[in-house]
């Protein structure tokens, strides 16, 4: 049996099983998880992180692919973090994608790690962002944030990172160009893959188009990079870009307010997962609460009323810490 | 201004304005929208609530206005709700299914409503939860689900309802075809449709040896329909077998376990999102909160200690709950 400890330090001097078993004891929330995390944090921040997100058939992980063999060559490590928030249906993409990535996988300056837990509440960011936590500690100068699916919960997590790339690509129905408020100002370099097919023109004019329309963007002018990912085509261009807005942000204060932004945010997702545990806990040893549920089914109880009642606790809490004085 | 009990009022004497009014006060989380539930709460439990669930392409709404007409038909009324999370990549695609059932909007014993609002911790869970139940104290005998997304969240939505209709479709490729685990179990009802196309036979050979080698479905022997919602065809059929999962449930205990199972999803989730809230009010008004992520950003302070540090009262609490004699 390896101790935390030992893992830890396996981990730091090089030891990629160590590194998996930690992920993996963090990603199943196992006991000794948060201890490793303690552990680890003072080693962290010091990888720079990219998100890149898009629709299905935008080709994401390709894009991913190429995007580490153009740091690779520039001598940077890269970790990747292929994010799949347990879509029901789907199965074989994500593999098929990790087969086709064989040859950055067998280069030991790349980690591939596919994210798909959920379990406890907001589950999978909190993996997501333990995962990135442990990559950078283990010394990966990148790390790729690439989403499988296109969810909410996703589109949370790829904009925590430091630059996103919003993949766009000719022909997929307006539909789905049409992007939705609130997700064009997560990007911060938008790609149009697949440009060789028609229609690549069109969609960056439009691209031009909204950004343009959208000024509340600081001073960053946000770059539209065509690519073909699978002939590599655009991509030097596109690692370019990213180094570029790194640059953006380490001059200004970009950086550091992402980086508080997303501190804040992790932070709320660890309290809201402790108390979360909490209340299953109670609930679990409240041999009173199976009779509610039976009253609230029978409608002679609201589930609202109970509800309130139960965090009236937290309520008086949540008060007394407001009232009290700070300095 | 209209006050909470008025509209309430206003709902169950037909008002369908009044009706839409408190499902944006619900949906916002406005106040008001809590007393307005508890006020709606004990004329619940009446509707009857079919969940329509899979991938994209697979005619869910095509078939969602086909069954509707059915149960018209037969003199029910029929409240729909297509929930779609905020799926940041989409767009026309509601709107255009919304139009293709101008027929069905026109009359009067239908009632569609979309959802996509977020918002706080499992806001849309709580949302359409909420909807299903004013659109039930209104008097609609069947509420159907539609699921616009396949993510696990819609999912965790679909199988609370009474039965779960889950879809297939010849010809989507075998990586959308897999169901992952956990999806077999939420189908009461599987619908191969678009099943003129080729391979349709094939589909239901698959789901049927599916099912077969997942014998833990209890005495109900999950049935497959095939449909062409376009055409109508299959649907009499489909209508019929939600019919008889209907009578089966009613017959047995399954019925009110199921409920029993809603109810209790529906009480955490609504403790959850009352306690989030008392969290982030809390740390808005904790002047030591923003210094307190610097340090996070900086490294010299851990998030992990930090969550558990401000948990802490919870923890107590929960100690006291569990210890505390129970009669």
Same mark, same amino acid.
């Given at each position: 049996? +390896? ?50 997100? /898009? ?64 379990? +406890? ?6 993996? +997501? ?19 499988? /699916? ?36 997560? /990007? ?16 960056? +004019? ?11 963007? /600081? ?58 545990? $909490?209340?299953? *806990?109670?609930?679990? $040893? ?17 589930? $609202? ?10 309520? *008086? ?11």
């Amino acid at each position: 049996m +390896t101790s935390i400890a030992e893992l830890v330090n396996g981990a730091f001097s090089g030891s990629v099983r160590a590194m998996a078993k930690l992920i993996t004891l963090v990603e199943n929330e196992m006991p000794g998880a948060v201890e490793a995390l303690q552990q680890l944090y003072p080693r962290t921040g010091r990888a720079y992180i990219v998100g890149i997100t /898009g629709p299905p058939g935008s080709g994401k992980s390709t894009l991913t692919d190429k995007i580490t063999k153009e740091l690779r060559k520039k001598g940077s490590t890269v970790g990747i973090i292929a994010v799949d928030p347990t879509s029901p249906f789907s199965g074989g993409a994500l593999l098929g994608d990790r087969l086709r990535m064989q040859d950055i996988t067998n280069d030991e300056g790349v980690f591939v790690r596919s994210m798909a837990t959920r379990g +406890t509440l907001g589950g999978l960011s909190r993996a +997501t962002a333990d995962t990135v936590k442990i990559l950078d500690a283990f010394g990966k100068d990148f790390i790729l944030i690439e989403t499988v /699916g296109v969810g909410q919960d996703e589109v949370d997590i790829v904009k925590t990172a430091d630059t996103t790339l919003l993949i766009s690509v000719p022909g997929l129905g307006d539909e789905i160009q049409a992007l939705k408020a609130g997700i064009m100002e997560i /990007g911060d370099i938008f790609v149009v893959n697949k440009s060789d097919r028609e229609g690549a023109d069109r969609v960056v +004019t439009e691209l031009r188009l909204m950004l343009d329309l959208n000024p509340a963007r /600081g001073s960053w002018r946000t770059p539209i990079v065509k690519t073909v990912a699978t002939l590599g085509e655009g991509i030097a261009d596109l690692a370019e870009k990213i180094w570029e807005h790194r640059r953006f942000l380490q001059g200004g204060s970009g950086l550091l307010r992402k980086r508080n932004e997303r501190a804040k945010e992790e932070i709320l997702n660890l309290i809201e997962g402790e108390v979360s545990k $909490y209340i299953h *806990k109670m609930l679990k $040893y409240d041999v009173t609460f199976d009779e509610v549920i039976e009253q609230v089914v029978a409608r002679k109880k609201d589930p $609202y009323s109970y509800a309130q009642k139960v965090t009236e606790p937290f309520a *008086k809490y949540y008060q007394i810490y407001v009232d009290q004085p700070k300095n």
